[in-house]
C-alpha cells in the first residue's frame, strides 16, 4: 500500500491513528532487533503525537500530506528533545532544542517521527561500519551476513524491512542516499544541491550535504520530497527556483561506469534494453579521473572544519579539566571520536594547512568546476545521464575488513561525481544478482528532479510487470 492510499483511509475514519502507531513501534521494534537499524526510538512521542492526530480527525481537522505516517530521521537530523548524535559517541546524550527545518515540515503535514536510524559515525562512509564506539551496525535485510551500504544504511534497510508504508528521511554527501538504496533494493531520491534546507543538519560538508527521501516506492520518495523542499531563510545556501521537467527522448550512459562487476553491468544493460528508449554511449572523462580525488579532498576538508567544535567545551562530550587546552581537547576527541573521523579529520586538516591549500584543496576546487561543466555539456544534449548505482552487490563484512581505505574509497566511484555537482539523482531497484538488489541510478540537470523521478517510475514499471 502507499503513503497516498493510507492517508486516504486514515482520513476518512477507517484507521486509528492511535492504534496503528502502536502496532508499527511494535513491528519497528522486531526489525531494529533483527537488523539493528535503528539508533534511538521515539515511542511516547510517536504515540502522544497520534492521539493528537486522532482528536484531530475527530474534529474533522483532516489536512496533511503524510497525515498519520510513521516516518524515520537520519541521526543527523535534529529533532527537539530526541537523542541525535549524527551515529558518534561524543554526541551521546545531546538532545537538541529545536528542529531542522526538513523535520518542522514534515510535521506540519501530521507525519509521526518514530525514531532515528543509524549511519556512519558523521557520514564517513559507504557501508555503514563506520558506527562509533558503542553504535552497533545495521544488517541487510537480504542477506545479515551484509552491509547495508552507508552512509544511510538504517534508514533504507528499515524501509525494505517495513510491511507497513514509511518512508525514511535520508541525507547524503557522496552518494548516501542512492548507494544504501541500491544495496537494500528500495528507492534513494536526492535532490539538487539547496533545494531542501539544511538547517538542523549536523554538517559533514557544507558545500555537499543534500536531504532527501528513501521509500519503498519512487511515488512515496516523491511524496516526501514535495514536503521538504523550498526555500528557507535559515539556510544561507536555499534556492528558491522550483523543480521543472524536460521531455525524455534519448538518454546518455557513461561508458567509464560499465567497468563494474560484470553481473551489475548485464542487469544495468538489460534494464535499459527493456525500457525501450533510445540511449547513446558517452564518455565523462574528467569526472572519471578527478571526481574521486576532488569530492575526499573537498569533503575531508570541510569535515575537519566542522568537526573542530566537538572538543569537549560548548560542544561533544564533557570530562572534568585537567592540563592545559590541547591535552583536554586531545583526550576529548581521541576517547570519542571513531577511527574513521579521526582519519578524515587528519587528512582534511592536512589539506587545508598552509603551504599545502594550493597544492591540494585549491586544486580539488578547480576540478569540480571543470565535473560541473562536463556535467552540463552533457545534459544540454540528453536530459538523463544513466549509471548503475554500485559497482558491486552489497559486500559481505567479512570482506569489507579486508579493503583499504583507498579501496572503501573507491566504492563512491559512480555516486560521488552528481553530488560534487549537486545534480539530483534517483536510484530504483533494477533487479537481483544472487538475491540481492541492484540499482540503477538517473541524474539529471539541476532542478529536473521530476525528470529522474519519471525514469525511477519507467524501471519501477518494468519490475511490477
Not at 484531530?56 to 497525515?67: A, H, S
Not at 555537499?208 to 520530497?225: C, F, M, P, R
Not at 545534480?423 to 529522474?452: Q, R, W, Y
Amino acid at each position: 500500500m502507499s503513503i497516498k492510499q493510507q492517508v486516504k483511509l486514515i482520513k476518512e475514519g477507517k484507521i486509528s491513528v492511535s492504534d496503528y502507531v502502536k502496532e508499527v513501534l511494535k513491528q519497528s521494534t522486531k526489525i531494529n532487533d533483527e537488523l539493528k537499524c535503528l539508533n534511538y526510538f521515539a515511542r511516547d512521542e510517536a504515540i502522544k503525537r497520534a492521539e493528537i492526530l486522532d482528536r484531530e480527525l475527530k474534529q474533522n481537522k483532516t489536512n496533511g500530506k503524510l497525515f498519520g505516517i510513521p516516518i524515520t530521521a537520519k541521526d543527523d537530523l535534529c529533532v527537539k528533545g530526541m537523542e541525535t548524535t549524527s551515529g558518534s559517541t561524543i554526541l551521546r546524550g545531546y538532545k537538541p532544542p529545536y528542529n531542522a527545518t526538513c523535520i518542522e515540515k514534515v510535521l506540519m503535514e501530521k507525519g509521526i517521527i518514530i525514531g532515528k536510524t543509524c549511519q556512519d559515525e558523521f557520514g564517513f562512509g559507504s557501508f555503514n561500519t563506520n558506527t562509533s564506539l558503542d553504535f552497533e551496525k545495521p544488517l541487510n535485510p537480504f542477506d545479515k551476513e551484509r552491509t547495508t551500504g552507508g552512509s544511510s544504511g538504517g534508514a533504507a534497510a528499515f524501509v525494505q524491512k517495513a510491511d507497513f508504508p514509511t518512508v525514511a528521511l535520508a541525507e547524503s554527501t557522496g552518494g548516501s542516499i542512492v548507494n544504501p538504496a541500491s544495496f537494500c533494493g528500495v528507492v534513494g531520491l536526492c535532490p539538487t544541491y539547496g533545494l531542501v534546507s539544511r538547517y538542523g543538519l549536523i554538517d559533514y560538508a557544507n558545500s555537499l550535504d543534500k536531504i532527501g527521501a528513501i521509500g519503498k516506492t519512487v511515488e512515496d520518495a516523491e511524496l516526501l520530497l514535495d514536503v521538504i523542499k523550498g526555500f528557507d531563510h535559515l539556510d544561507s545556501t536555499s534556492i528558491k527556483q522550483e523543480s521543472k521537467k524536460i521531455n525524455i527522448k534519448e538518454i546518455a550512459i557513461q561508458k567509464e561506469a560499465l567497468d563494474v562487476d560484470k553481473e551489475v553491468k548485464d542487469l544495468f544493460l538489460e534494464t535499459l534494453k527493456k525500457l525501450k528508449i533510445k540511449y547513446k554511449e558517452i564518455s565523462l572523462p574528467i569526472i572519471a579521473k578527478y571526481a574521486i580525488p576532488a569530492y575526499y579532498i573537498i569533503a575531508m576538508s570541510e569535515a575537519s572544519t566542522n568537526l573542530a567544535k566537538y572538543c569537549g567545551m560548548r560542544h561533544g562530550k564533557e570530562e572534568e579539566i585537567k592540563g592545559d587546552f590541547n591535552e583536554y581537547f586531545s583526550k576529548i576527541r581521541s576517547t570519542y571520536f571513531g577511527r574513521e573521523a579521526k582519519r578524515r579529520i587528519i587528512l582534511g586538516t592536512f589539506a587545508r594547512m598552509a603551504g599545502y591549500r594550493d597544492a591540494f584543496y585549491v586544486k580539488a576546487l578547480k576540478a569540480r568546476s571543470l565535473i560541473i561543466q562536463e556535467y552540463k555539456k552533457v545534459l544540454k544534449d540528453y536530459p538523463i545521464i544513466a549509471t548503475p548505482t554500485m559497482p558491486l552487490i552489497a559486500p559481505k563484512f567479512k570482506d569489507i575488513t579486508k579493503l583499504t581505505p583507498l579501496q572503501n574509497y573507491m566504492m563512491d566511484i559512480l555516486t560521488v561525481g552528481p553530488n560534487l555537482a549537486g545534480l539530483p539523482h534517483l536510484s530504483v531497484n533494477a533487479g537481483f544478482i544472487s538475491k540481492m538488489p541492484s540499482g540503477i541510478m538517473f541524474t539529471g540537470d539541476h532542478l529536473c528532479e521530476n525528470t529522474v523521478i519519471e525514469m525511477g517510475k519507467k524501471v519501477e514499471n518494468l519490475t511490477s510487470m
